[in-house]
DNA sequence: CTTTTGACAGCGT
DNA sequence: CACGCTGCCAAAA
């Protein structure tokens, strides 16, 4: 799907987190870090602003800290949510090391065009405030 | 424009 | 293994 960037949809931060959230399938999570870099922009806590954000049903607490735990209040739930997707647990924390998602190769084009489509609505933004 | 802040990461103690 | 300090990158004030 390598549509032109004019015909892509403006994708902000964000969405493309949200959108990277929901890819992440049951009992597997992706550190924040690890969404800033597939995304190849931004970085943690970027990624964190933008799932504070979180709109509809995007599964948070697939997107962790890089030490497997969650952070404040949200800790709780998440455990909870954990427990219920049979999320690979050590120490009441997530065991990154076996739950960490490894995109499939369909799955990494999903990411690519996320990542692309960031990547288009970043320049065009730029143009649009350079244009006087 | 500068400063502050944050759902972080990494390394040191 | 648990804290603490520093580094990073953008958005908000």
């Known amino acids: 799907m390598d549509l032109p960037a004019h015909q892509l949809p403006h994708l ?9 959230a929901r890819a992440i399938p049951s009992g597997r999570v992706l550190s924040y870090g690890d969404v800033a870099e597939l995304l190849g922009s ?3 806590r970027q990624v964190g ?3 504070q954000q979180g709109p509809d049903g995007t599964p948070w607490w697939r997107v962790i800290r890089a030490d497997g735990g969650m952070t404040g209040f949200l800790a709780a739930e998440a455990a909870d949510h954990w427990e219920l997707e049979q999320t690979p647990m ?3 924390k997530v065991d ?3 739950a960490r998602w490894h995109p499939a190769a369909g ?6 065009q996320l990542a692309r489509q960031l990547a288009s609505a970043k320049l065009s933004e730029e143009n649009d405030g350079m244009i006087p």
Request: overall charge negative; proline content about 4%.
């Open 49 to 51: 602003r933008a799932m």
């Open 42 to 44: 931004g970085g943690p």
């Open 90 to 92: 050590r120490r009441g």
């Open 96 to 98: 990154m090391a076996r």
């Open 107 to 112: 799955e990494w084009e999903f990411i690519e």
């Open 12 to 20: 902000e931060y964000a969405e493309a987190v949200h959108g990277l």
